[in-house]
């Protein structure tokens, strides 16, 4: 009988093994025990993930393969890494979430796993069954978490909108991987990395119509443009910690996905890569022009995830002009630029969830006068915003520098001039928020009475991009965005009321964050300005590891 404790079996799948079972216990335990504190499962689920980080990390110089499917090398090492802190800060808001929010769905805990088990697949896959599997777990588990409030209609039609695109998406993806199965009789990425040269010159066409089902499948899944359309409302009815997974977690497990597949199959086509190219290009300019006459506070920041999209899919255009020897590079800007991406915008999520709880309202207009109000918050929320316009001495700039660098290196110049053209765009947005914290405050008089303009339209190359009514009142039925408990039950009579009730009734009762809330956006900030400074803190370990071994 084979010994399979000791199989290579737990260095290749060790941190999605524990993962998985952690999510199960979790699922289980929280449906015998229901009036258990969600946060009981949530510091499980940290735990667990503790758990996941530290075998990575032990396993992270190995080299395995296990059933020909799932590879532990380098790229799933650091991308395994990337994804399980990506995870530790979701969870770690979700945390402070579960307090302020005691009706907050108790599901959050386990589906947040269930994706990271998807995320984890996705990374260390090596065949497109297996890569396809674990892209549908983090899909499903997401459209979950988006819709699992029920009483929410935003909830809801955010979930709805992302399902859709997301079906759409994966049908798009699954047809181009068909074609590749079609031409090769194979869906192991090792045997289709030996075909790519005979894929270009047998088929070129056809290889050429692969690769841009793959990508734009994959679009759907990464917010790229024209496939974006389903983000700002899908993230506008989130609840944070969702809507943060939504920008972090799930882009870095797509770009991973993404970077491993074409690479190996059409490695032997670099033609193919303009299309990126072009895409990245489309992605950065309607992202950030999409994000100026925003009010809404999680829309503009949807947005600006899609322009942040468009910025990491610059090194998968320059694959296609640039030899092995220059892949190391653009494999460390991708991946310098995921992980401070994931510090400023994790904090920039937990830093307007907390304004806007505060406030009722998710316009920009209770942004005034925060630096007043709290000094600590306004501060954070700044160097998030500067670090997402590309400042210096953010972990921002120094991604986007590596960005241009990489495409005047490998003759890409019209790539980076529109990525520092399109950066220069996104100030007049991020600034706008900036000037609002350190300008002085409205009245609560005033706020009050504000009624926004409903349903503005703003047509940008032939898109609309909507700015649904916002009201801070707290009866309104648009505040049902991170709020739990919002019943709604009847509409407004004749003198405005309405007997629509927060469920616990202390939101916005509390002055400052939490302990947890306030470690998490320090965390978030140190991320941000230490990559910034002394970005060989992170270059360093990646070298270490080494991506070819």
């Not at 759409?168 to 699954?174: E, K, N, Q, R, T």
């Not at 050429?208 to 759907?220: N, Q, R, S």
């Not at 709880?357 to 209770?366: E, L, W």
Request: a negative charge; proline letters at 4%.
């Amino acid at each position: 009988m084979p010994d399979l404790i000791h199989a290579h079996y737990f260095v290749t799948m060790g941190p999605l093994l524990i993962v998985t079972a952690t999510a199960f216990i979790v699922m289980v335990l929280e449906f015998c025990l229901p009036r258990v504190d969600a946060r009981v499962w949530l510091g499980l689920s940290i735990l667990g993930t503790l758990a996941a980080v530290v075998t990575a990390a032990v396993h992270a110089g190995q080299r395995a393969l296990t059933l020909n499917s799932v590879v532990q090398d380098a790229f799933s090492a650091v991308f395994s890494l990337v994804i399980l802190g990506t995870t530790l800060l979701i969870l770690w808001f979700a945390l402070d979430f579960a307090r302020r929010e005691p009706q907050a769905p108790k599901e959050h805990p386990y589906l947040i796993l269930f994706a990271v088990a998807g995320a984890l697949t996705m990374a260390s896959a090596v065949d497109l069954v297996t890569l396809y599997v674990g892209l549908e777990l983090l899909s499903v588990a997401s459209y979950v978490l988006v819709g699992v409030r029920r009483q929410s209609a935003r909830s809801t039609e955010g979930a709805v909108k992302y399902l859709l695109m997301g079906s759409i998406g994966s049908a798009v993806l699954l047809y181009g991987m068909s074609f590749i199965y079609g031409l090769t009789g194979s869906t192991n990425l090792y045997d289709l990395g030996q075909q790519g040269m005979m894929l270009w010159t047998n088929y070129p066409a056809v290889t050429v119509l692969a690769f841009l089902l793959m990508l734009c499948g994959m679009g759907f899944k990464l917010s790229l443009v024209p496939f974006h359309a389903w983000t700002p409302d899908t993230y506008a009815g989130a609840p944070g910690p969702v809507s943060a997974l939504l920008a972090t977690l799930s882009k870095t497990a797509g770009f991973a996905l993404l970077l491993r597949m074409l690479l190996f199959i059409f490695n032997g086509a670099p033609q193919v890569y303009v299309w990126a190219g072009v895409i990245s290009a489309a992605t950065m300019v309607v992202g950030n022009l999409a994000a100026l006459p925003q009010r809404h506070m999680k829309r503009m920041l949807a947005f600006s995830s899609v322009a942040q999209a468009g910025y990491l899919l610059v090194p998968f255009a320059l694959f296609g002009a640039s030899g092995y020897q220059d892949w190391i590079a653009l494999f460390d800007s991708l991946v310098f630029y995921l992980v401070a991406y994931t510090f400023m915008t994790v904090g920039a999520f937990a830093v307007i969830w907390w304004v806007s709880r505060q406030t009722r309202s998710f316009d920009a207009s209770v942004l005034d006068g925060l630096a007043r109000r709290n000094p600590w918050l306004a501060g954070a929320l700044t160097v998030f915003l500067l670090g997402l316009a590309g400042m210096p001495l953010t972990a921002g700039f120094v991604g986007k520098l590596y960005l241009l660098i990489d495409t005047v290196h490998l003759h890409e110049v019209w790539l980076g001039v529109l990525l520092f053209l399109t950066s220069a765009v996104s100030f007049y947005y991020y600034f706008g928020w900036i000037r609002r914290m350190f300008q002085p405050a409205v009245s609560d008089a005033e706020l009050a009475g504000t009624v926004l303009a409903a349903d503005a339209g703003v047509f940008t190359f032939g898109l609309q991009f909507d700015n649904p009514p916002i009201t801070p009142h707290p009866g309104d039925e648009h505040w049902q965005d991170d709020v739990e408990g919002v019943r709604v039950s009847a509409a407004p009579d004749e003198t405005g009321a309405s007997d629509q009730q927060v469920g616990d009734g202390s939101a916005g009762t509390d002055a400052r964050p939490g302990i947890v809330l306030q470690t998490l956006i320090a965390v978030c900030v140190i991320g941000t300005l230490v990559l910034g400074v002394a970005p060989a803190v992170l270059l360093h370990g990646l070298w270490a590891v080494g991506w070819y071994q």
